[in-house]
């Protein structure tokens, strides 16, 4: 498929972004102009109080205002459903990733899928407690999914929309949208790439919040896994729960060590020797 063939629609949810809206509009345009892609650029604004509508209205972009604050996730849903093209790219709109990777998403297709940016470090806010719930919540659903995940949780993505939009009743209207969206890639047999980013700190203010936000990540992790492949989370539930359970019951320290280990060890054979090498990584 040559550049010409690529048709993007590139999303950009907003909410309170009139400090980085037109500078990120820029680079977007800036970098797609030395491409043959054609695109559309689509800004939903989840009911702004600043500047940001004012400042989206003046630029070439298709416009477009949530009734009322929903959140993220449901954002980038209408984004999908007012978008015209095949291919959907997920850009933030705080500036912390370039628009000079949209070009290096688009490349893969359509050999892949779905492709994620891999983010060099963490630059948000409560970074320690981030790069900790990030961490522990990549290790948990690659576990889950039989797969090894880079980043759950990236702002940069690019995809199919055919391959995505039968689950987006599963994606939540928050930040774990574009988390739930990466586990369906995964659990549906999509064929997954990456390409490394240069992740920046935002501009203006974080919309996290580190306990609410945290808890529904690993809800939506279980939820997705469970709705799409319960058989492997009903395998993950009970060599987790099987370990204490030999130790109990087993007088022998080195056997319980020995059958623990066996049972752990078993479900991450079956994971490696199951998990698809299909995955690319730039």
């Known amino acids: 498929m040559t550049n010409e063939e690529v048709k993007a629609s590139i999303i950009l949810p907003c909410y309170n972004e009139e400090e980085s809206l037109e500078t990120v509009y820029n680079d977007i345009q800036t970098t797609m102009k030395k ?17 940001t509508a004012e400042i989206a209205k003046s630029l070439d972009v298709r416009y477009f205002r949530n009734e009322n604050n929903m959140g993220a996730g ?122 490394t980013t240069h992740y920046k700190l935002r501009v203006g203010d974080s919309k996290f919040h580190p306990v609410i936000d945290t808890f529904r990540l690993f809800l939506t992790i279980f939820r997705t896994v469970g709705y799409l492949n319960p058989l492997r989370l009903i395998l993950f539930i009970a060599t987790v729960t099987s370990v204490p359970l030999v130790f109990r019951y087993m007088t022998n320290p080195f056997m319980a060590f020995i059958t623990a280990s066996s049972i752990s060890g078993l479900f991450i054979l079956i994971s490696m020797y199951t998990a698809k090498d299909n995955m690319r990584f730039e």
Request: hydrophobic share 35%.
């Open 74 to 195: 449901a954002s980038r849903k209408v984004g999908i459903a007012k978008s015209k093209y095949e291919i959907i790219v997920y850009l933030d709109a705080d500036c912390t990733y370039s628009a000079e990777d949209i070009p290096r998403l688009l490349r893969h297709f359509p050999e892949s899928d779905h492709v994620n940016g891999y983010r060099d470090r963490e630059m948000g806010y409560f970074r320690p407690l981030r790069k900790f719930v990030k961490a522990l919540s990549r290790y948990l659903a690659s576990l889950l999914v039989w797969e090894y995940i880079a980043d759950l949780n990236t702002g940069l993505k690019a995809f199919k929309k055919a391959k995505i939009v039968p689950y987006l009743h599963l994606t939540p209207p928050g930040f774990s949208c574009v988390t739930t969206m990466t586990l369906i890639a995964y659990c549906t047999g999509q064929k997954v790439s990456y390409i």
């Open 35 to 51: 491409y043959d892609y054609e695109y559309e650029i689509i800004i939903i604004d989840d009911c702004s109080t600043d500047r």
